[in-house]
């Protein structure tokens, strides 16, 4: 032993390091981080827009009146809501048989004209129809003592008479009929990705909605969405209505877990390359800072394409370090 | 006599002074391969002080940095092989030369003085050039072909052996033992001292060689340590330059106790 001692202490040496590069490399396996690669692709971002429709019944009407009829009596009011055959209004008496009346002269008075024939025949034939119809309904209403009533189960969305006003062109009875449902209406600017599919929650229920093409007025896109379903609602009631979002075509879109943001707020991702190494060729990841273009729930797009970035990983990532990569 | 007339105190102190000068980057290395990563966080200097030292980096770099170890490793397969060779080589060039007359010795040894003068640098293209037609570029053995065969090293054995009396050779030929008998039996024990010199003093040259590597194997994965050293970071520096130079110095240590005693025994 004593006469190779220098053998002996190269031997020793070189074992020693053999173990230490044993332990590196069990190490190194251990110390590194393993990680899931992914690419940038062509997508669109998809997420939940919440807009202001407005909720109206689908079927409203004006109610008609004579002219120049004295409002005798006002049965009902904004908001009332009406059962077939209620009374709305009572006009006067005398006022609407003076306009039956009228109407009669007018009769006499176009049948002559239409008997005695040439070029205003036919249009005095085109007027005693109309005019024929009025007497109907002016007979109709004298045979109800001059109540106007509701055909059916109505609310009263418009009622601006009082007792003793003229029924005149610039005051009106607007009634809606809740039989026939109601729809939601809203506008917005970005139709174009607006898909066919929302949600609106009126009086505690959740409502599922479609509709078609919307409707395009000054910059603005109208949609309207039939309710499959009669609700209880107020004509006009503010309704907040879920949508769902669907953008333009990104080119460069990869999951939002793919981004990690600095301490200021700056997004980047880890982008992996290759690097020969005295013992092979090893994977790094290198920080990258990107411009997030757009964001949803799920994905970000970003403003160029790239390949193998790390969408998951084991532990913490730092510029430069190496790591394990698994496909998945 | 006054105290700094002394010429002893003065020379005491120069040459304290030149030993500082040389031990000084030597001691920093060492004292930054113990230096704690937690010495830069710390505000007084007592705490500084205690939390200075740690083997925090020799753990790093001996159970934690493969690529050290790699390129250790290939510092070894680059080194021994040269060494082995060059000593071989080497010895038998310079008993060659000694035996060779006086005529050819004189020849002989002008063309190894104009080699020898040449710098490495100038030698670096023609080897190249060489290198790659025989297709040896990117391969270990274009750097041991290169680095074992060294002018100076024939020089210094060849002085060597030169120091062996000649009768000796004589009486072994008129003893009928052949030339490589000769060499092998009666000129290498006689040199065995010189070559173990000659062999720590070239292990010591070719464990930090840079050039050579670099420019004949060019491919990262084959670098000797040395090559690699400015990649390391300055944390791990240090005590990578600690561990690399801990070889050599252990075996320059025992073989020069070997060698002392060796001589002792000799005389």
């Known amino acids: 032993m004593k006469k190779h001692r220098m053998v002996w202490i190269i031997l020793v040496i070189l074992f020693g390091i053999g173990i230490c590069t044993v332990v590196s490399a069990r190490n190194y396996v251990e110390d590194k981080p393993v990680v899931i690669l992914t690419d940038t692709v062509p997508n669109s971002m998809h997420k939940q827009l919440q807009v202001t429709a407005g909720l109206y019944y689908s079927e409203t009407e004006w109610i008609e009146f004579p002219e120049n009829c004295r409002i005798e009596t006002v049965y009902a009011q904004n908001g009332d809501k009406l059962e077939a055959g209620a009374p709305l209004l009572q006009l006067k008496e005398a006022d609407v048989q003076i306009q039956y009346l009228q109407m009669q002269l007018q009769r006499e008075s176009l049948e002559e004209e239409q008997d005695a024939g040439g070029t205003r025949e036919e249009l005095a034939g085109w007027k005693l129809q109309s005019l024929e119809e009025e007497l109907a309904y002016l007979e109709q209403l004298l045979a109800a003592d001059c109540v106007i009533k509701v055909a059916s189960d109505s609310v009263v969305l418009q009622q601006e008479y009082e007792a003793g006003d003229y029924t005149a062109e610039n005051k009106r009875v607007e009634v809606a009929f809740p039989e026939y449902g109601c729809y ?10 607006l898909d066919y599919r929302g949600t609106a929650v009126i009086s505690g229920e959740k409502i599922e909605l479609s509709w078609e093409q919307p409707g395009f007025a000054k910059g603005m896109y109208t949609y309207v969405s039939e309710l499959p ?33 600095d301490t200021d707020g700056s997004p980047y991702i880890f982008q992996t390359y290759s690097r020969t190494r005295v013992f092979g060729t ?36 730092s510029d430069m370090m190496a790591v394990t990569v698994i496909e998945e | 006599m006054k105290w700094y007339k002394s010429s002893r105190i003065l020379q005491g102190i120069l040459l304290g002074m030149l030993g500082l000068f040389t031990v000084a980057p030597i001691a920093w290395v ?53 060494i082995l060779l ?67 090293y024939v020089f210094f054995l060849y002085r060597l052996c030169k120091g062996v009396p000649e009768e000796t050779f004589e009486a072994a030929r008129v003893e009928g033992a052949g030339e490589w008998t000769v060499f092998y039996r009666v000129a290498l024990p006689q040199m065995r001292v ?74």
């Open chain 2, 30 to 82: 060492l004292g930054k391969s113990l230096e704690s990563s937690l010495a830069y966080s710390v505000d007084s200097v007592w705490t500084w002080v205690c939390r200075y030292f740690s083997l925090e980096q020799y753990d790093n770099v001996l159970f934690h940095d493969l690529e050290y170890w790699a390129s250790y490793w290939n510092t070894i397969f680059l080194t021994v092989p040269t």
């Open chain 1, 229 to 261: 379903e009669i609700v209880e609602c107020m004509h006009g009631e503010p309704v907040e209505v879920e949508l769902l979002y669907t953008s333009q075509e990104y080119r460069a879109v990869l999951p939002k877990d793919s981004i990690w943001y």
């Open chain 2, 86 to 152: 060059a000593v071989i080589t080497t010895t038998m060039a310079a008993y060659g030369l000694t035996v060779i007359g006086k005529k050819w010795q004189r020849r002989f040894m002008l063309v190894y003085a104009v080699l020898a003068l040449l710098p490495t640098q100038v030698l670096l293209v023609p080897q190249l050039i060489v290198l790659s037609k025989t297709q040896l570029i990117g391969v270990r053995l274009a750097v041991i072909l290169v680095a074992y065969c060294c002018p100076w």
């Open chain 2, 194 to 267: 010189g070559i173990m010199i000659f062999s720590i003093i070239i292990s010591a040259d070719l464990w930090g060689m840079v050039e050579e590597p670099l420019i004949y194997i060019q491919d990262a994965s084959k670098y000797p340590l040395s090559v690699l050293f400015h990649e390391m970071g300055e944390e791990l520096s240090y005590t990578g330059v600690v561990l690399f130079s801990l070889p050599i110095i252990i075996i320059f240590l025992e073989g020069i106790q070997s060698i002392m005693k060796k001589e002792g025994e000799g005389t």
């Open chain 1, 282 to 317: 090893e994977y790094y990841v290198r920080k990258i800072y990107v411009e997030i273009v757009e964001q949803d729930d799920v994905n970000v797009a970003i403003s160029s394409p790239a390949t193998q970035i790390v969408e998951r990983t084991s532990m913490k990532l």
């Open chain 1, 184 to 193: 939601l209406e809203w506008s917005v600017g970005q139709a174009d990705y």
